[in-house]
């Protein structure tokens, strides 16, 4: 019953490939979001989507795609990976205005 | 535009030592302001929170209060336990629709027994 699940939680893959990480919610929420934490722990929202529309995008390559099939789901697909994408994404949710929730974090690693 | 900064790190401490690590921020009106801890190969927990001046955010023993004089939410512990290890993050929600979570970079908290 977890509240905001992400899969997989490891993932180590090579330079050029494509991959995708997957986040549910099962708390109702609106609005949904994705955070990259670099190797120095530092945390910077990616993408912030409400009921299934895109409403922030940071400036971020767009080798970067997010989708959102329904407003329990925000998955995140990346395309031809480089070293530097070398992170932990975090996948959270909130009700707007409300606090955010984040799911346990996927480590990518690119070798 | 926003932004959070805390103490650098590590803090390190002996178990029931008096923890604190200080958090100020910069932002435009009357943001939420927020804790959270991070357990070594943990994702991130809500730890405490405030949405208002003089709040006092409480969960676990850590204690913070939102001072919009000095532009601050300090993190407070009486008595830290080795469980307390982990690594906090102050941040900060503006007030507005659509907004998001700032945060700083985090303060990394070694409790030694």
């Known amino acids: 019953d977890t509240a905001v699940s992400q899969t997989p939680k490891y993932l180590v893959t090579q330079m050029g490939n494509d991959k995708s990480i997957k986040c549910e919610q099962n708390l109702g929420h609106d609005t949904m979001y994705w955070y990259k934490q670099d190797s120095k722990k530092f945390l910077k929202i990616m993408f912030s989507?409400?009921?299934?529309?895109?409403?922030i995008n940071e400036t971020v390559p767009n080798r970067f795609s997010p989708k959102s099939p329904d407003k329990a789901h925000l998955n995140l697909h990346i395309n031809s990976l480089e070293l530097g994408d070398s992170a932990v994404y975090f996948c959270a949710s909130s009700n707007e205005g409300d606090t955010i929730y984040f799911g346990e974090g996927s480590w990518l690693t690119v070798v | 535009g926003n932004s959070v900064t805390q103490m650098e790190g590590p803090v390190t401490l002996s178990e029931e030592a008096f923890l604190t690590i200080n958090c100020t921020y910069t932002?435009?009106?009357?943001?939420?302001l927020f804790w959270y801890v991070q357990y070594p190969g943990e994702g991130l927990q809500l730890l405490l929170k405030?949405?208002?001046?003089?709040d006092k955010g409480s969960n676990k023993g850590f204690e913070a209060t939102y001072r919009k004089e000095t532009t601050s939410f300090h993190l407070e512990k009486g008595s830290v336990q080795v469980s307390d290890s982990a690594v906090y993050f102050c941040?900060?929600?503006?007030?507005?629709?659509?907004?998001?979570?700032?945060f700083g970079k985090g303060t990394m908290l070694l409790v030694s027994p």
């Open positions: 405030a949405t208002k001046a003089d």
């Open positions: 989507y409400n009921n299934k529309e895109l409403i």
């Open positions: 932002a435009t009106g009357y943001p939420s």
């Open positions: 941040a900060l929600s503006p007030a507005y629709l659509y907004s998001t979570l700032t």
